[in-house]
């Protein structure tokens, strides 16, 4: 790699994530304690005004029952939103979307602190501006802009660092969100103060969005569908067996993780009675596992060149060593800490999932491709809860809650049957590009490129610079032939 290249290396990969940081910790700086406690506050003034304390088994249960419809609305509004994002990114550039991502998460926090006084005005802030700013859509651009210029054999590198810094807004953000609490901010209430902090961190990440160079050289020209701009979009993982399979193992992958969430917070505040406090202090300690998975065992593995089936095996294999350590910790606190630890090495796995079907995807389209992925990943979300909560209660009744454990190590193994039919060295993956005909009409299908699934990091996998020239060529041909069409014959 040439000199130039070492020099302008370090803004292609760290100024993303800059942003990212910037992004996570002003969304957990409110999201993770200090929502929950204004919709509480909300339910408390508006539906219980007769003076009834606040911290009243009553409150809290209404509290809890909205704050369910509430995420549920934002995950599905963050849904149906992705489609346009996606396109947005993919024809306007990363730029455009990096804007109106923080913008609106500026107004969001803002509004929410300022004018936000009550649930139904709640509730139409969270359906319509909450999921368009949630870290789901800033996840998209990041990684489409990171895939941009990175190459092919070190995005699962890369895409683990953009995973640490979203851990990094995990551990820090509710720090911010307490202090601001505590410190009464702008001589706000403790509710009301921490999302006047995260507005502000937001336009800090807003004005860093202009000193971003654009990273998307070869927008897309093809003709719009109106397709890509609603959840029909996902029928782009169709067109390929192994993109659907492989973003089913994804979507496994997802729901065992974030489904650990639900019966660690049931299981520990019932057999161990923690507090708010110490499933904090949890989730940090998982946070750091984390940060180790992504940031230091995967480069130590990208560098060894293990073959991306045995990163993935690995991964799977701490998280079952971490979810045996829960299902034996009944008497023990402390292996509570210690699984949780272990089982957030699970989390490995999504930036090698990315990557894989990243290098497979011709450069105009990587937006899209995120935009799909982080859609099936919100269906993971979504069926996580509804799964692993009333498994935890079937086993609670039978006394044995810790056997709720046993199925995220299920839910890998799965996932580790799909990819182990996937990725193997003798396999190929077609990239997928827009093909035109003479007349101009574009449609999508399966160029004849073929990119080997596991090589060695240091051979190119393929010339996506070549792809989008063939691309850039089908299109001036096809304006070309419109234009000598338009022309009438001299009479």
Known sequence: MSEASQRTRLPQDWQPAAILVLYALSFFATRLSVFPQLVIQTVCDELFADGTDC????????????LTYLC????????????AVTTLSDRRGRRAGLHLLTAAGACYQLLICFWIRDLTSLFVMVATLGGLCSMFQMLIMVYAMVADKQDAGERAEAFGRLECGVWIGVMLGPLVGSATSSASLGGLDDTRAPFLASGLLMLLALVCTFLVRETHGQMEITPLKWQRLTPLSLGYLLKSRRFFFLSLALTLSTAAQVGNTTPINLYTKRVFNWGSSTVGDLASVAGVGAVLANGVLLRVLQQRRVS???QIISACCLNFVGCCILIGSPN????????????????????????????????AEQGML?????????IGYILAPLTFGPLFFFFESLNVPSLTFILPPVLNGAAVLIASSLLRCDKAMPIISPVHDSAGNGDDQLEDVRVPLLVDVEKPLCDHN???????????????SQSVASVQPLK
């Open 55 to 66: 911290s009243s088994d009553d409150v809290v249960k209404e509290a809890d029952v909205w």
């Open 72 to 83: 549920t609305v934002e995950a599905f509004s963050s849904f149906v939103l992705t489609p």
């Open 308 to 310: 991306e089936l045995n």
């Open 332 to 363: 023990r606190a402390w292996m509570v800490f210690v699984g949780d630890f272990l089982a957030a090495f699970g989390g490995i796995v999504f930036p090698i999932y990315r990557a894989i079907m990243s290098r497979a995807t011709c450069a």
């Open 370 to 378: 995120f935009g799909c992925l982080e859609m099936t990943e919100i």
């Open 466 to 480: 070549e792809v989008s020239q063939r691309m850039m060529m089908g299109a001036k041909q096809s304006m070309v």
